[in-house]
T-cell receptor, first 110, second 114 residues
Framework: TQLLEQSPQFLSIQEGENLTVYCNSS?????LQWYRQEPGEGPVLLVTVVTGGEVKKLKRLTFQFGDARKDSSLHITAAQPGDTGLYLCAGVGRDDKIIFGKGTRLHILP | NAGVTQTPKFQVLKTGQSMTLQCAQDMNHNSMYWYRQDPGMGLRLIYY???????DKGEVPNGYNVSRLNKREFSLRLESAAPSQTSVYFC?????????????FGPGTRLLVL
């Protein structure tokens, strides 16, 4: 059974600080997606990474896919209150099945 | 464009009752999905439909049935609701036929089974 472990589960930091959240598995994925979900809404796709070692940037957010395509990280620079939310990673396996991690709940204090 | 819409937004059922959750998308997408989201469990795929007329089981299909009524609409039916089906249900759609495509999610249906 494929599993995606996200860490930390919860993170509360001050505005302006940097942070990194992780998404790890023992399985290899053909692609990995990161979503952000706000209370009462559905998840919204932030980025998809496909190639091992790939790095993508979205303003202050930097996403990296591990060389072996088993793990990924999301780094936020100078966090802002608008970054508050639930961050989900989702891996797509070679069998074209998708699994989601349990998420990291991020709270940025003003 | 409304994107993905879901009805109802909230529902309370008694054990054994049945209900259908409705989902519609106006993006002319080929694939549609039903997920459930439980605290501490993340999102889990219930069923998906890669094209009109086809449906496939996901990770947790037991207790549910689906119908891809046409390209726009994908419904999820609970024939005999159980407390374990208390959850938030999300419908999603994507343009292509693979789960690696960008999925657009609806706002969710919050279901409580007593």
């Amino acid at each position: 059974t494929q599993l995606l472990e996200q860490s930390p589960q919860f993170l509360s930091i001050q505005e302006g600080e940097n942070l990194t959240v992780y998404c790890n598995s023992s399985s290899v994925f053909s692609s990995l997606q990161w979503y952000r979900q706000e209370p009462g809404e559905g998840p919204v796709l932030l980025v998809t990474v496909v190639t091992g070692g790939e790095v993508k940037k979205l303003k202050r957010l930097t996403f990296q896919f591990g060389d072996a395509r088993k793990d990924s990280s999301l780094h936020i620079t100078a966090a802002q209150p608008g970054d508050t939310g639930l961050y989900l990673c989702a891996g797509v396996g070679r069998d074209d099945k998708i699994i989601f991690g349990k998420g990291t709940r991020l709270h940025i204090l003003p | 464009n409304a994107g993905v819409t879901q009805t109802p937004k909230f529902q309370v059922l008694k054990t054994g009752q049945s209900m259908t959750l409705q989902c519609a998308q106006d993006m002319n997408h080929n694939s549609m999905y039903w997920y459930r989201q439980d605290p501490g469990m993340g999102l889990r795929l219930i069923y998906y439909s890669a094209s009109e007329g086809t449906t496939d089981k996901g990770e947790v299909p037991n207790g549910y049935n689906v119908s891809r009524l046409n390209k726009r609409e994908f419904s999820l039916r609970l024939e005999s609701a159980a407390p374990s089906q208390t959850s938030v249900y999300f419908c999603a759609s994507s343009e292509g036929t693979g789960v690696s495509e960008t999925q657009y999610f609806g706002p969710g249906t919050r279901l409580l089974v007593l």
